[in-house]
Nanobody
């Protein structure tokens, strides 16, 4: 089955940067559009970013556009999220996520059916 393991979270001051990584297994990674979701305490899980397969087109939530960059390394089955200019409102558990099947693009939370255990990101003011 699909296994996604996120790493790279931590505590950073506002304006700082973090890079999240996700190791994927149990799927033909290069054929999947992969994404990042996040969930803050007391809030619903929300979409952060998606990177497509093949053409590598990217999609971002308005709240992170221009600050976050999603990327992938298909040779290593790895997904990344570079987060710059972090704000306290970016504090959340971040999840690497995959849609239910290959060749399917997801840009909303319901479009993803597999995710990892998450990694905590805390941005202090």
């Amino acid at each position: 089955q699909v296994q996604l393991v996120e790493t790279g979270g931590g505590t950073v001051q506002a304006g700082g940067s973090l890079r999240l990584s996700c190791a994927a297994s149990g799927l033909t990674f290069s054929a999947y559009a992969m994404g990042w979701l996040r969930q803050a305490p007391g809030k619903e899980r929300e979409f952060v970013a998606t990177i497509n397969f093949r053409n590598l087109s990217t999609y971002y939530a308005d709240s992170v556009k221009g600050r976050f960059t999603i990327s992938r390394d298909d040779a290593k089955n790895m997904l990344y999220l570079q987060m710059n200019s972090l704000k306290p409102e970016d504090s959340a558990v971040y999840y690497c996520a995959a849609p239910p099947r290959q060749y399917r693009l997801a840009t909303t939370v319901p479009g993803f059916t597999s995710w990892g255990q998450g990694t905590q990101v805390t941005v202090s003011s």
